[in-house]
């Protein structure tokens, strides 16, 4: 083990130990976040060995963005997670600068890990893929390392900008795809493949998809699928604009695109979404959600899990240890071409204390149960005018005070439902969000609620639209406040989602 490594592994145990009671009430429930420090994208979600594992990019030292390691957890049912040690850090020439994004999976018994290095070459950073070996615990890398670099791409590109590998297998071969910028400043995936048992020789199949009809530049973070017989293509494309009527927002985004992968040619064909006439839709349309990654498990599900957080609104407290959480994994399907998302079913493990209640038209009032800060809150209703606003963690209310809080409202006149942090002291460059929801095929509204310490995401008519935020208040702040001008009643469901 490098020195480098050992000292992350030793500060991370060292920071844990020393969380005070206070401290660890800032934290999620049951989403994950970082032990300590800085985390961005998810890595390497994978199972091997009886286990789901999750890495993550991660800087122990700071709450800000530093020289990358790759973090490590586990989890049996997806909803506790349990910290392992740090899994590598950048400490050979090959990734001195950094040890970015990638995958992983499991391979002639044992666990193998693709990811960016970074290093320098005249005073600037390259990007380059590398590997590594390991049996859950720890991981050693490849003495070839990087064993992907600008000599198998037969074309000039921006070598600053070439990361992030996806690998999965096919017909007994390995297959890899890649992002990078190409010199016209747009992103694109190019495709590799081995049959090395040491994953250590690829070479160059093809340029699989670029950057058009708008996508962006440079892309991240790519994933490939195929789901109740549909193939996926999910990347994370930098500097887009905004487009209201497609759902994307100015800056970093994350869509899906459907088509056909052919390997032998590696060409990828996109399909055009009738809806509007399209190949690309977005995944998540709140202010928190980015570089989502996927595993299939052993019952066949296809789970999703998402950073969430935002790079352009950085909204982490001073006095937090951590910096960076990821969303609820969710379970993917698909209705008439639309990915859909929902909870993991583990989630209802957490539910207590069910109640069932009715909101009348033009009232407003208090929701007071045992826990206001931890609910998974169904609400169902059918109305074509009037507001429905839910203030979630507010201060205390008195006479003359101006409370603090997050507020969740619906339209229906507007068909738009929005999420505000503005009224609260960490709100960032970005501080509020929203997304259209059109009525389901019985004209009706469902939303799932799921809130925890510092986020709430939010899934409309069973999975179609989902819409992830993360906000700051203090843990005392219990307060939750609705108040309707509906045409309609609306029906709802609450249970506390507790961990004990």
């Not at 009886?50 to 709450?63: A, D, E, M, V």
């Not at 994307?248 to 399909?271: A, E, Q």
């Not at 839910?390 to 229906?412: C, G, M, T, V, W």
Request: net charge negative.
């Amino acid at each position: 083990m490098s020195k480098i490594l050992q000292k992350a592994q030793e500060y991370e145990n060292s920071s844990l130990k020393n969380e005070t009671e206070q401290q660890k009430r800032l934290r999620p429930r049951f989403h994950f976040s970082t032990p300590v420090g800085w985390c961005n994208d998810p890595n390497g979600f994978s199972y091997y060995n009886g286990k789901i594992h999750l890495f993550f990019q991660y800087h122990p030292y700071s709450t800000q963005w530093g020289p990358m390691h790759w973090g490590h957890v586990s989890t049996t049912d997806l909803i506790n997670w349990k910290n392992e040690k740090t899994a590598l850090a950048p400490d050979t020439p090959a990734d001195e600068s950094g040890c970015f994004s990638g995958t992983a999976l499991e391979k002639s018994a044992r666990h193998l890990l693709v990811y960016t290095g970074v290093s320098k070459q005249n005073g600037i950073d390259i990007q380059n893929q590398c590997i590594a070996w390991g049996d859950g615990e720890t991981y050693e890398k490849s003495a070839k390392n990087p064993v992907i670099t600008a000599k198998n791409i037969p074309f000039e590109y921006t070598t600053t900008d070439f990361r992030d590998p996806k690998i999965f297998e096919k017909n007994g071969n390995l297959y890899m795809l890649c992002a990078l910028k190409q010199k016209d400043g747009k992103g694109c995936l190019v495709m590799f493949k081995s049959s090395d048992s040491l994953a250590e020789k690829w070479e160059f199949i093809a340029t699989i998809d670029k950057s058009k009809d708008g996508l962006s530049g440079m892309w991240e973070c790519p994933d490939y699928f195929t789901l109740q017989d549909t193939e996926f293509l999910i990347i994370s494309p930098q500097e887009m604009k905004a487009n209201p009527k497609l759902g994307f927002h100015d800056g970093n985004n994350s869509v899906y695109i459907t088509g056909k992968l052919d390997f032998d040619k590696g060409i990828f064909t996109r399909t055009v979404r009738p809806e509007n006439n399209y190949t690309a839709a977005q995944i998540d349309y709140g202010i928190d959600f980015y570089a989502p990654e996927t595993i299939q498990l052993s019952d066949g599900r296809r789970i999703l899990i998402g950073w969430m957080q935002a790079w352009e609104s950085y909204i982490t407290p001073k006095e937090n240890l951590w910096s960076g959480m990821m969303t609820i994994p969710r379970e993917l399907s698909i209705n008439s071409g639309r990915l859909v998302q929902n909870p993991v079913k583990e989630l209802n493990s957490l539910r207590k204390n069910p109640q069932n209640f009715t909101i009348p038209s033009n009232t407003k009032g208090t929701i007071s149960f045992q826990d206001n800060r931890h609910f998974d809150f169904e609400i169902e209703f059918s109305a074509q005018k009037g507001i429905f606003s839910l203030h979630l963690a507010e201060e205390k209310r008195s006479e003359n005070s101006f409370p603090s809080y997050i507020e969740i409202k619906y339209d229906a006149e507007k068909k738009e439902l929005s999420f505000d942090r503005s009224h609260t002291q960490n709100a960032g460059a970005i501080s509020s969000r929203s997304v259209i929801i059109e009525p389901n095929s019985n004209g009706n509204i469902k939303f799932r609620l799921i809130a925890d310490t510092c986020s709430v995401e939010i899934f409309a008519n069973n999975g179609l639209t989902a819409f992830t935020n993360a906000f700051f208040v203090p843990p005392e702040n219990t307060g939750l406040y609705y108040e309707s001008t509906l045409n309609g009643e609306i029906k709802c469901q609450f249970f506390t989602l507790g961990t004990d």
